[in-house]
């Protein structure tokens, strides 16, 4: 057995420029519970002794594992590659980058200006998206959409990877 201790980082392709999870509010669970206990109580009422239970022991962890479910989503620029969710593009094929912050300019860039080519992650309880150009021909999107919480860090994180790329 080796006794000496690995070095830092020598698993993973150093340390990431940019990562954010797109977790839900905190206090979004405690409304997920809530609506477990209501459906939990509706099948409560239909079903005498032990029967009547299950709906509360499999709805109310199972509105909370939906919820974070939702928030698992991780937005990461690290070794030269771009990840949202389970998609990832060399930092290589990035073009331009907008951010879009304004409430009424996200509806048009979600809404009417879409292309439905575009590969979108968004998450509606994140105020700012960020438009990134795909430049690579075997793309089929021609751009993302992101949810971010820091979109200038992002953007930053790109810029650096495409200039040093």
């Known amino acids: 057995m080796n006794k000496q201790p690995s070095p830092v980082g020598s ?8 990562d954010e999870r797109l977790s839900v509010p905190s206090w979004w ?7 477990g206990l209501l459906l939990g109580a509706e099948i409560h009422m239909g079903y005498p002794g032990v029967r009547s239970w299950i709906g509360y022991l499999i709805l109310v962890p199972l509105c909370v594992l939906a919820l974070w479910r939702l928030g698992r989503s ?3 620029v690290r070794g030269g590659t771009l990840t949202v969710g389970d998609a990832a593009v060399d930092l290589a094929h990035i073009g331009r980058t907008d951010v879009v912050a304004e409430k009424f ?9 879409l292309d439905p080519t575009a590969m979108v992650l968004h998450r509606a ?3 700012t998206v960020v438009r990134i150009e795909i430049t690579d021909p075997s793309s089929e999107a021609p751009y993302w959409v ?20």
């Open 125 to 127: 309880w994140i105020p």
């Open 29 to 35: 669970y405690l409304p997920a519970v809530g609506l």
């Open 11 to 18: 698993a993973t392709s150093g340390p990431a420029a940019f």
């Open 105 to 113: 300019a996200k509806q048009d860039a979600l809404g009417p200006q």
């Open 146 to 165: 992101v949810s971010t919480r820091r979109p200038d860090d992002l953007v930053a994180a790109l810029e650096r990877g495409t200039v040093t790329s």
């Open 74 to 76: 991780r937005v990461l």
